[in-house]
T-cell receptor, first 111, second 114 residues
Framework: QKEVEQDPGPLSVPEGAIVSLNCTYS??????FMWYRQYSRKGPELLMY??SSGNKEDGRFTAQVDKSSKYISLFIRDSQPSDSATYLC???????????WGAGTKLIIKP | DAGVTQSPTHLIKTRGQHVTLRCSPI?????VSWYQQVLGQGPQFIFQ???????GRGNFPDRFSARQFPNYSSELNVNALLLGDSALYLC?????????????FGDGTRLSIL
């Protein structure tokens, strides 16, 4: 079993829809949770960072962490075709700052 | 401001050859990490360097090595290339290696092994 599980998709939704992306993990030591966006032939770009549990909002993006369920989510409101990309979750612990990644979910926003 | 830059962008090699990949971090960043990303998967951690010293190593064979220079740029070397080494190699830089530090990625070097 992988430490971080993420549905690879693809997830296809119409423009303007609310998108929900999720990851589950098994290591209870993870404290730092990140979402990256990766366009084709580009490097990952940090979107959101959350420490421990709770919610964080930045514009159209909201990140949620539920440590009791070992489950993290990224919500995208008013989705745009330019949001079409692969979304990767990553996490690390206090004792080891090495990032552990999900496989990424390919998101397609249809105009 | 310039982001993380990597060179070359694309490289084709044959089995058994050696390759050197290069990375220049964001100005002021002293930590550099290397990742391997196989198509359809998330990045896998290879090395982290901080202040020219290796601070972390992932589960990769000794064919993989790296170093960091006084100007904080870094090289990743891979010897005796195998077909399975075909991947996107990503470099990320951060200010420090203590506490949580956001990692900023370059666009990678796409390595193809024939």
């Amino acid at each position: 079993q992988k430490e971080v599980e993420q549905d690879p998709g693809p997830l296809s939704v119409p423009e303007g829809a609310i998108v929900s992306l999720n990851c589950t993990y098994s290591n209870s030591a993870f404290q730092y949770f990140m979402w990256y966006r990766q366009y084709s032939r580009k490097g990952p770009e940090l979107l959101m960072y959350t420490y421990s549990s709770g919610n964080k909002e930045d514009g159209r993006f909201t990140a949620q962490v539920d440590k009791s369920s070992k489950y993290i989510s990224l919500f995208i409101r008013d989705s745009q075709p330019s949001d079409s990309a692969t979304y990767l979750c990553a996490m690390s612990s206090d004792s080891n700052y090495q990032l552990i990644w999900g496989a990424g979910t390919k998101l397609i926003i249809k105009p | 401001d310039a982001g993380v830059t990597q060179s070359p962008t694309h490289l084709i090699k044959t089995r058994g050859q050696h390759v050197t990949l290069r990375c220049s971090p964001i100005s002021g960043h002293k930590s550099v990490s290397w990742y391997q990303q196989v198509l359809g998967q998330g990045p896998q951690f290879i090395f982290q360097y901080y202040e020219k010293e290796e601070r972390g190593r992932g589960n990769f064979p000794d064919r993989f090595s790296a170093r960091q220079f006084p100007n904080y740029s870094s090289e990743l070397n891979v010897n005796a290339l195998l077909l399975g080494d075909s991947a996107l190699y990503l470099c990320a830089s951060s200010l420090r290696n203590t506490g949580y530090q956001p990692q900023h990625f370059g666009d990678g070097t796409r390595l193809s092994i024939l």
